[in-house]
């Protein structure tokens, strides 16, 4: 389901390792746009969900179409620029954000930036492919891409 897109927040400066970070609010109203930046954002509170949005004259317009849903204590990556498609963050009641440089996440324990990332990229994955298959049990399940099952004769068929 889509819904139409309002004013955007251009993207927000992380601070550095020696800045403290301030929270910063986000509500349905004023999403954040997540590219333009080489940034990292925490979600200190609340749920944010993503949607992509297509640009006109570098300005978001129409619809937004759901990607996912981050929650508080999780991560959001900057993402690169494009012509014609954002992704905006929107959040929900009592959510706001903490920016952050690459110097901060790289200064949490190791153990801490695999999770959160890999999280992220899971996240924004199955936003852009779907759910994936639970490996390596479905692997043995799905039959190779260049062979099908005969029902009738119960052995692979090659075709294609």
Known sequence: MATDTAAVLPFLAPTTVEGTAEAVPL???????LDGGRGWWLVQSGMVD???????RGEPV???YPLCRISAGEVIAALPVDTDHTVI???HLDTSLVPLARENVAAWP???QAELIDHWLEAVAAAVFGNGPAWPQASRAVPS???RRNSSSRRAVRFG
Do not use: I, N, Q
């Open 89 to 91: 963050a929107v959040g």
């Open 62 to 64: 129409g619809r937004r």
């Open 27 to 33: 509500d349905a109203a004023t999403p954040l746009r």
């Open 50 to 56: 993503l949607f992509a949005v297509a640009l006109d």
């Open 145 to 147: 891409p260049y062979r």
């Open 110 to 112: 190791a153990g801490k």
